[in-house]
């Protein structure tokens, strides 16, 4: 199984370019989060998605748009990139239960991006 | 509200044994988590802990929960150079499904 993969691993961007991370998972979770990660500051959460055809606000959307296509993919748009917005990115797909009630997080790889 | 505070960096020497300290002030969260990163990777779980338990042993990991502080440690007994990463706790806010992440502590073990 593939888990979670996240495309593009790298991207440099300028500042006002516009661009889409892609998500993916094949484990059938349905629920699908983006966080971004920042020295000193941890991960913060952006948008996620408790099931299909839903999506919330984390602490951090604002120049942010999420779009969950479906079950499997979750995508991130940056409409206007800002240097502010020059992060590593991750995907994380989860399900609730396995018999214990956790809601354990799956992460991809991560998506490093650089706005100038 | 959420917040998760935990120490920027630890180090310990290999062979000793190594807590990594948390707070969280969200006092509804059930489950509480602590993951790994290394280097160039994504977050993984290590384990996790119920709310209504005070500990959880998990070969060489202990966690300790003290739900009145709303602290939480992470033990690693015999640290090994390969445990060098940056460990995260994480609580789950009852009612939403979500994580939200402490600021992660950056464990070096040196030989």
């Known amino acids: 199984n593939a888990g979670v993969t996240q495309t593009p691993k790298f991207q440099v961007l300028k500042t006002g370019q516009s661009m889409t991370l892609q998500c993916a998972q094949d484990?059938?979770?349905?629920?699908m989060y983006w966080y971004r990660q920042d020295p000193g500051m941890g991960l913060r959460l952006i948008y996620y998605s408790a099931s299909e055809g839903t999506t919330d606000k984390g602490e951090v959307p604002n120049g942010y748009n999420v779009s969950r296509l479906n079950k499997r993919e979750f995508s991130l748009r940056l409409e206007s990139a800002a240097p502010s917005q020059t992060s590593v990115y991750f995907c994380a797909s989860s399900v609730i239960g396995g018999g214990t009630g956790a809601n354990v997080l799956t992460f991809g790889a991560g998506s490093r991006l650089t706005v100038l | 509200g959420e917040d998760v505070e935990q120490s920027l960096f630890l180090s310990v020497r290999e062979g000793d044994s190594s807590v990594i300290n948390c707070t969280y002030t969200d006092s509804s969260s059930t489950y509480l988590y602590w993951y790994k990163q290394e280097p160039g990777a994504g977050l993984q779980l290590l384990t996790y802990i119920f709310s209504n338990m005070d500990m959880k042993q998990d070969q060489r990991l202990t966690v300790l929960l003290n739900k009145k502080d709303k602290h939480l440690s992470l033990r690693i007994a015999d640290t090994q150079t390969g445990d060098s990463a940056i460990y995260f706790c994480?609580?789950?806010?009852?009612?939403?499904?979500?994580?939200?992440f402490g600021t992660g502590t950056r464990l070096l073990v040196s030989p």
């Open positions: 994480a609580e789950s806010p009852a009612g939403f499904q979500k994580l939200v």
């Open positions: 484990m059938n979770h349905n629920s």
